[in-house]
């Protein structure tokens, strides 16, 4: 069964880190163009971080500098960095892989940042 599940997310005060994680399994990540979205309440979708297959990545100007996105092949991981973080980074954050036509969504995981 092929699946993507995000894990990591939590309360955090501004400025602090989290570094939430998405698991893949049903399938071979390496050759995946891997993404995290997210999405606050009463706002659309956005893409926060795209990392190639080939390892090639770029970030959304609302995140530069402080979130890093990466991958681990060998453990079918991606990860999302998230440093300084503040106040409006707070939504459900969610993984997306595709390759071709094919395409798949977590689940997402609740990130606040609040004092």
């Known amino acids: 069964q092929v699946q993507l599940a995000e894990s990591g997310g939590g309360l955090v005060q501004p400025g602090g880190s989290l570094r939430p994680l998405c698991a893949a399994s049903?399938?071979?990540?390496?050759?995946?163009?891997m993404r995290w979205y997210r999405q606050a309440s009463g706002k659309e979708r956005e893409l926060v971080a795209d990392m190639s297959s080939a390892g090639d990545s770029t970030n959304a100007d609302s995140v530069k500098g402080r979130f890093t996105i990466s991958r681990d092949n060998d453990k079918d991981m991606v990860y999302l960095q998230m440093n300084s973080l503040k106040p409006e980074d707070t939504a459900v954050y969610y993984c997306?892989?595709?390759?071709?036509?094919?395409?798949?969504w977590g689940q997402g995981t609740q990130v606040t940042v609040s004092s």
């Open positions: 049903g399938f071979t990540l390496s050759s995946y163009a």
């Open positions: 997306y892989a595709r390759r071709g036509f094919n395409y798949y």
